[in-house]
């Protein structure tokens, strides 16, 4: 019996512990942690840094309203634009900064309409499930937020759809839920063209991409991209709950006093795990990253892509996308996994997604793909 609502299909076991990149069972089984939570511990369990950061600002506060001047808010915004001129938001996720993306595009351009993409996923409140396309997670919500529609993901077709009375076009870099699709360069390129030649805001959704994840701070900087919003969570602190809108100063007065809030957003202590998060993921932690990745991109294609059940991979950095052929249900994988000693994902299109914890050594990688491999050479095709 349990009193928890139905919602989430879990595993039968509780992850009781962590350290680096090994999570403990609540029957002392360990794993080798290929998901970071969920693209969220991208520094991996009990960071000492992060750590220490909470602690200490846990002896001095761990709330305060936003009625009051907050330092480490300022810090952690600096830290996330570069001081470049844009404002940021704090929240408490993903979908609170999609929420809070889609409203501000809607108050300063005095538009309604947005033009998100297939495959999407935004998230589950009102606003940002209305930007998300699976039909599967909507169903019994209706009706939805109006004024949404969607285009087909790095279509120049698409491109016909970016029309004046569009308030803002929402994309991923790469669609996390989606199936781990990445978006071409050039057609990002001519989306961010069209935008500026019709006065349509661009969003980037970052919540999955960002914090280092695919070598860059945020994944739309290897496409040199310049977008009006973009949004920030997961990996952010690390853990603990936060989320951020980041939009151009040009949209600030759109967000005057009373237009928008959260209680908890850029709470004292999410903000202190944040600061020591974006100080430690500096320009030699993202190019460790990005050499980490090309070695973990090497040894998928020598040793996984040729196996006969695998279909492709996609995805870019250490956000990455095995995609199964269809009579291996990739549920079954991810348990097979599971007793092999390795935690996974899955993701849409039958895709076993891998996001593991950016500190994760070259030699801890082999092991995971090693092991994939060898859960995978276990199955068979009919």
Same mark, same amino acid.
């Given at each position: 019996?349990?009193?928890?609502?139905?919602?989430?299909?879990?595993?039968?076991?509780?992850?009781?512990?962590?350290?680096?990149?090994?999570?403990?069972?609540?029957?002392?089984?360990?794993?080798?942690?290929?998901?970071?939570?969920?693209?969220?511990?991208?520094?991996?369990?009990?960071?000492?840094?992060?750590?220490?950061?909470?602690?200490?600002?846990?002896?001095?506060?761990?709330?305060?309203?936003?009625?009051?001047?907050?330092?480490?808010?300022?810090?952690?915004?600096?830290?996330?634009?570069?001081?470049?001129?844009?404002?940021?938001?704090?929240?408490?996720?993903?979908?609170?900064?999609?929420?809070?993306?889609?409203?501000?595009?809607?108050?300063?351009?005095?538009?309604?309409?947005?033009?998100?993409?297939?495959?999407?996923?935004?998230?589950?409140?009102?606003?940002?499930?209305?930007?998300?396309?699976?039909?599967?997670?909507?169903?019994?919500?209706?009706?939805?937020?109006?004024?949404?529609?969607?285009?087909?993901?790095?279509?120049?077709?698409?491109?016909?759809?970016?029309?004046?009375?569009?308030?803002?076009?929402?994309?991923?870099?790469?669609?996390?839920?989606?199936?781990?699709?990445?978006?071409?360069?050039?057609?990002?390129?001519?989306?961010?063209?069209?935008?500026?030649?019709?006065?349509?805001?661009?969003?980037?959704?970052?919540?999955?991409?960002?914090?280092?994840?695919?070598?860059?701070?945020?994944?739309?900087?290897?496409?040199?991209?310049?977008?009006?919003?973009?949004?920030?969570?997961?990996?952010?602190?690390?853990?603990? $709950? #936060? !989320?951020?809108? =980041?939009?151009?100063?040009?949209? %600030?007065?759109?967000?005057?006093?009373? +237009?928008? &809030?959260? *209680?908890?957003?850029?709470?004292?202590?999410?903000?202190?795990?944040?600061?020591?998060?974006?100080?430690?993921?500096?320009?030699?932690?993202?190019?460790?990253?990005?050499?980490?990745?090309?070695?973990?991109?090497?040894?998928?294609?020598?040793?996984?892509?040729?196996?006969?059940?695998?279909?492709?991979?996609?995805?870019?950095?250490?956000?990455?996308?095995?995609?199964?052929?269809?009579?291996? $249900? #990739? !549920?079954?994988? =991810?348990?097979?996994?599971?007793? %092999?000693?390795?935690?996974?994902?899955? +993701?849409? &299109?039958? *895709?076993?997604?891998?996001?593991?914890?950016?500190?994760?050594?070259?030699?801890?990688?082999?092991?995971?793909?090693?092991?994939?491999?060898?859960?995978?050479?276990?199955?068979?095709?009919?």
């Amino acid at each position: 019996m349990t009193a928890l609502f139905p919602n989430y299909q879990r595993f039968n076991f509780e992850i009781v512990s962590g350290q680096s990149i090994t999570l403990t069972d609540n029957k002392q089984k360990q794993y080798l942690d290929l998901t970071s939570g969920i693209g969220v511990c991208n520094l991996g369990y009990n960071h000492p840094i992060v750590k220490t950061a909470v602690q200490k600002q846990l002896n001095l506060i761990w709330h305060t309203s936003n009625l009051y001047q907050s330092s480490l808010q300022e810090e952690v915004a600096s830290l996330l634009t570069n001081d470049n001129g844009s404002k940021i938001f704090f929240c408490n996720s993903g979908t609170e900064a999609n929420e809070a993306a889609m409203k501000l595009a809607r108050k300063a351009t005095g538009k309604s309409k947005i033009l998100a993409f297939d495959h999407s996923f935004h998230g589950r409140t009102y606003g940002a499930l209305s930007l998300t396309d699976n039909p599967g997670i909507k169903k019994g919500f209706g009706p939805l937020v109006p004024e949404i529609s969607f285009a087909e993901y790095n279509s120049p077709a698409a491109l016909k759809q970016i029309t004046t009375d569009l308030a803002a076009v929402i994309l991923e870099i790469i669609q996390g839920e989606g199936g781990l699709k990445a978006a071409d360069g050039d057609w990002l390129q001519a989306v961010q063209a069209k935008c500026h030649e019709k006065g349509v805001l661009l969003i980037i959704d970052e919540v999955q991409t960002g914090i280092g994840r695919t070598g860059k701070l945020f994944a739309y900087q290897h496409f040199n991209l310049d977008p009006d919003i973009v949004t920030s969570a997961k990996g952010l602190a690390n853990g603990l $709950p #936060v !989320g951020a809108m =980041i939009g151009k100063e040009k949209l %600030a007065a759109a967000f005057g006093p009373g +237009s928008h &809030g959260s *209680t908890f957003g850029g709470n004292p202590l999410a903000m202190a795990a944040a600061k020591a998060v974006l100080e430690t993921i500096d320009q030699a932690f993202l190019d460790d990253v990005s050499q980490k990745a090309d070695f973990c991109w090497y040894y998928l294609q020598k040793e996984i892509a040729v196996l006969p059940m695998v279909t492709g991979i996609s995805g870019r950095g250490l956000m990455i996308g095995i995609h199964l052929d269809p009579k291996i $249900p #990739v !549920g079954k994988v =991810i348990q097979q996994l599971q007793q %092999a000693g390795v935690l996974t994902l899955s +993701s849409r &299109g039958n *895709t076993l997604r891998l996001l593991p914890p950016l500190i994760i050594t070259g030699s801890e990688l082999m092991q995971g793909i090693n092991i994939i491999k060898n859960v995978l050479e276990t199955m068979t095709v009919h």
